[in-house]
């Protein structure tokens, strides 16, 4: 008998040697450039035609009050890749500042867990022949721009390139790069999830649409012309110095917008044609709120309704500039449900590492949102922060229905405002003077998470 039973033992260990263990679920992150919360059909639109969008929020999860990391580019890439806010993030602003060795971020930890990574479009977080070119931050495969103004010309003529034989980023253009920027992106994005099917990968297609320049090719503005080959909406053209110039900025934005919604069905159909569309989790967002540059103004924002009822658009701290529209779904998340627990990018990083069940310990602002996307049950309440030296020094932190921000524009005395989001999600009716207890508790939040800037560029007056 227990030699019977030894031999069904070694047999059973035999055989189960030969099972292939369940691959790790491949993740890929698709990042607009500047798009608001409202410009989608599942947060809102009106106007705007998002169809694979709205397909993914009813087959996954919409996040209501999700956050971006700033209120411009630069930082806001920086929280995601590092999970750590502005607060204590090292770039903080937008200009000329790499990431340092120093700055172990998302794809250099998921290489560890055995992921292939892959980069197309926009990067922004370090110039070739600096410490934060792709190569050095993680990316087996890059194809993009590297620095943020690369990204303001839809048809530049040029990009870079960079594999595992060749990895530092090369120049490319001619017939290898031609055309609408982001179209090239997207196909080298698809060509990537076919290219690694069989192992698991992190994929990051980073465009950058809708940011102006407002560009569009001709085929995609045809849903917001009328028969007569106009503009359905009344326009201002527009002529600059620096971005091209444009005659319909409005059903220019609003194509560019369903041409980020294009790429996400591309991506979609890619992973369907894979097989991998049961395995692998996708994260749409936008780096902060809609802009108005390149032709666009407030006007335009109100009339398409591009921050939804949110005060406030790019370099804004108000809602409007860093509340954008996410969804999630995929990797056995639950499908078509509303999520409101405030969260932001920093808690992407966290939250990617569970999924890959790594053990690395690392350094984080964020919280893993995955128990929370797949049960629904909140996790504790925190601060959500964020500060930005643009035009002087503003700050704002987040505490459930609470929104505080701290303004100190150049040539302008400090402003401190308080707001009860849950009944002024726009912002309107500052309590701060009425509230002296709450805004003492936020306070003291924001002088918590805050710690100097290593950098001098990202330091408050009295700290320089």
Same mark, same amino acid.
């Given at each position: 008998?227990?030699?019977?039973?030894?031999?069904?033992?070694?047999?059973?260990?035999?055989?189960?040697?030969?099972?292939?263990?369940?691959?790790?679920?491949?993740?890929?992150?698709?990042?607009?450039?500047?798009?608001?919360?409202?410009?989608?059909?599942?947060?809102?639109?009106?106007?705007?035609?998002?169809?694979?969008?709205? #397909?993914?929020? &009813?087959?996954?999860?919409?996040?209501?009050?999700?956050?971006?990391?700033?209120?411009?580019?630069?930082?806001?890439?920086?929280?995601?890749?590092?999970?750590? %806010?502005?607060?204590?993030?090292?770039?903080?602003?937008?200009?000329?500042?790499?990431?340092?060795?120093?700055?172990?971020?998302?794809? #250099?930890?998921?290489?560890?867990?055995?992921?292939?990574?892959?980069?197309?479009?926009?990067?922004?977080?370090?110039?070739?022949?600096?410490?934060?070119?792709?190569?050095?931050?993680?990316?087996?495969?890059?194809?993009?721009?590297? %620095?943020?103004?690369?990204?303001?010309?839809?048809?530049?003529?040029?990009?870079?390139?960079?594999?595992?034989?060749?990895?530092?980023?090369?120049?490319?253009?001619?017939?290898?790069?031609?055309?609408?920027?982001?179209?090239?992106?997207?196909?080298?994005?698809?060509?990537?999830?076919?290219?690694?099917?069989?192992?698991?990968?992190?994929?990051?297609?980073?465009?950058?649409?809708?940011?102006?320049?407002?560009?569009?090719?001709?085929?995609?503005?045809?849903?917001?012309?009328?028969?007569?080959?106009?503009?359905?909406?009344?326009?201002?053209?527009?002529?600059?110095?620096?971005?091209?110039?444009?005659?319909?900025?409005?059903?220019?934005?609003?194509?560019?917008?369903?041409?980020?919604?294009?790429?996400?069905?591309?991506?979609?159909?890619?992973?369907?044609?894979?097989?991998?569309?049961?395995?692998?989790?996708?994260?749409?967002?936008?780096?902060?709120?809609?802009?108005?540059?390149?032709?666009?103004?407030?006007?335009?924002?109100?009339?398409?309704?591009?921050?939804?009822?949110?005060?406030?658009?790019?370099?804004?701290?108000?809602?409007?500039?860093?509340?954008?529209?996410?969804?999630?779904?995929?990797?056995?998340?639950?499908?078509?449900?509303?999520?409101?627990?405030? &969260?932001?990018?920093?808690?992407?990083?966290?939250?990617?590492?569970?999924?890959?069940?790594?053990?690395?310990?690392?350094?984080?602002?964020?919280?893993? #949102?995955?128990?929370?996307?797949?049960?629904?049950?909140?996790?504790?309440?925190?601060?959500?922060?964020?500060?930005?030296?643009?035009?002087?020094?503003?700050? &704002?932190?987040?505490?459930? !229905?609470?929104?505080?921000?701290?303004? %100190?524009?150049?040539?302008?005395?400090?402003? !401190?405002?308080?707001?009860?989001?849950?009944?002024?999600?726009?912002?309107?009716?500052?309590?701060?003077?009425?509230?002296?207890?709450?805004?003492?508790?936020?306070?003291?939040?924001?002088?918590?998470?805050?710690?100097?800037?290593?950098?001098?560029?990202?330091?408050?007056?009295?700290?320089?």
């Amino acid at each position: 008998m227990k030699i019977k039973q030894l031999i069904l033992f070694s047999i059973l260990i035999f055989i189960t040697s030969f099972v292939p263990k369940k691959q790790k679920p491949n993740i890929i992150f698709i990042l607009t450039d500047d798009l608001g919360y409202g410009d989608l059909g599942c947060f809102g639109s009106k106007i705007i035609k998002t169809p694979n969008l709205d #397909q993914m929020a &009813a087959e996954g999860i919409k996040l209501t009050n999700f956050y971006s990391g700033s209120t411009v580019c630069a930082p806001s890439r920086c929280t995601l890749m590092t999970g750590k %806010h502005t607060g204590n993030a090292y770039i903080r602003g937008n200009g000329e500042v790499p990431l340092r060795p120093s700055d172990i971020i998302l794809p #250099q930890l998921l290489q560890k867990e055995g992921y292939k990574t892959g980069l197309f479009g926009k990067w922004g977080l370090g110039d070739i022949n600096t410490t934060g070119s792709p190569e050095f931050k993680g990316w087996d495969y890059f194809t993009g721009f590297l %620095h943020h103004v690369e990204a303001h010309f839809q048809y530049p003529g040029t990009a870079w390139k960079s594999t595992p034989e060749i990895p530092k980023p090369q120049r490319i253009g001619g017939n290898i790069f031609q055309g609408y920027a982001a179209d090239f992106f997207a196909k080298e994005a698809t060509d990537f999830i076919k290219n690694n099917a069989s192992t698991p990968f992190f994929m990051m297609l980073s465009l950058p649409i809708p940011h102006a320049e407002l560009q569009v090719p001709k085929g995609n503005l045809a849903a917001y012309l009328d028969d007569k080959g106009n503009s359905i909406f009344t326009e201002k053209p527009f002529s600059s110095n620096h971005y091209g110039g444009q005659n319909m900025p409005k059903a220019t934005y609003a194509a560019m917008v369903s041409k980020a919604d294009e790429y996400v069905g591309k991506v979609m159909k890619a992973l369907k044609d894979n097989g991998l569309s049961e395995n692998t989790m996708v994260v749409f967002s936008s780096d902060n709120g809609t802009h108005i540059e390149g032709g666009r103004s407030m006007d335009d924002v109100k009339l398409m309704n591009s921050s939804g009822s949110l005060r406030g658009v790019k370099r804004d701290l108000y809602e409007g500039g860093i509340r954008v529209p996410t969804i999630v779904c995929g990797a056995a998340l639950p499908k078509g449900i509303i999520l409101d627990q405030p &969260a932001a990018f920093w808690d992407f990083l966290p939250s990617f590492l569970e999924l890959a069940e790594s053990s690395q310990e690392i350094t984080t602002s964020g919280i893993s #949102q995955l128990s929370y996307w797949k049960s629904g049950q909140k996790i504790s309440e925190r601060p959500l922060y964020w500060e930005f030296y643009e035009g002087g020094y503003s700050h &704002a932190v987040r505490y459930g !229905k609470w929104k505080y921000i701290f303004l %100190h524009k150049k040539d302008q005395g400090p402003k !401190k405002e308080l707001f009860d989001l849950s009944v002024d999600l726009s912002e309107t009716n500052n309590l701060a003077e009425d509230n002296p207890k709450q805004l003492a508790i936020m306070e003291k939040f924001a002088k918590d998470m805050h710690v100097k800037s290593e950098h001098t560029l990202f330091r408050r007056a009295e700290e320089k």
